[in-house]
């Protein structure tokens, strides 16, 4: 059980009217928004600072930057959610799901400019700061604004993983699961690929 109850319905009016157009009609809202919502003041400020609309990145470098800040702050959760409902429009590949969370920042499975961007979260996560190195290939790759964008989501999603693992969230049904550090490497059995993860039809923006 989460340390605190999600929200049931029926939800304040302004909570039901956000959680209707994030989420398909008839599709139960995800247990993390039902547990913000317990507190329309931070549910609000949080949606309010979401960064899954049309912005400097492509959805792709969007996504390897939040599944690999989500990943490595150990947030099950949220990296679960995004790989079920984002790998596949991305076209991240189940050797590229693995090494997200397990692969080190300058992977072959990458291009130079989404190794730049892992390890921009590396440096973040591990030096709350970006070393010479990673500044000068991010500047290689990508603008002014790009690079905010960039540095503002791994922000929000410590955040977001900050509220799942502190709140103990359950696990969604069909969110991906961790990949053992077997499974980023090649072995006879998998052929060095992960399951390809459970999607379902609904996309919020989580």
């Known amino acids: 059980m989460p340390r605190i109850a999600p929200a049931e319905m029926p939800y304040p009016p302004r909570i039901a009217a956000e959680l209707a157009r994030i989420m398909p009609s008839g599709v139960e809202p995800l247990i993390l928004f039902r547990t913000l919502a317990k507190s329309q003041r931070i ?9 899954l609309d049309k912005g400097a990145l492509s959805l792709r470098q969007r996504e390897i930057v939040i599944d690999r800040t989500t990943a490595r702050l150990g947030c099950e959760y949220e990296w679960g959610v995004h790989i079920a409902f984002f790998a596949e429009r991305v076209t991240m590949d189940a050797e590229q799901i693995s ?3 397990h692969g080190p920042a300058d992977g072959p499975c990458w291009t130079k400019n989404e190794q730049a961007l892992l390890a921009t979260v590396d440096d973040l996560v ?10 000068a290939a991010l500047r290689q790759h990508f603008d002014d604004a790009q690079i905010l964008e960039i540095i503002a989501l791994v922000g929000y999603y410590h955040t977001i993983s900050f509220f799942c693992r502190g709140l103990d969230l359950p696990l969604e049904s069909y969110g991906a699961r961790f990949p053992s550090a077997r499974e980023s490497g090649r072995h006879p059995e998998s052929g060095g690929r992960t399951p390809a993860p459970r999607r379902p039809n609904p996309r919020p923006s989580a």
């Open 43 to 51: 549910f609000e400020k949080m949606f309010a600072g979401g960064l």
């Open 99 to 101: 090494a997200v969370v």
């Open 126 to 135: 591990d030096r709350r700061t970006l070393s010479d190195v990673t500044w």
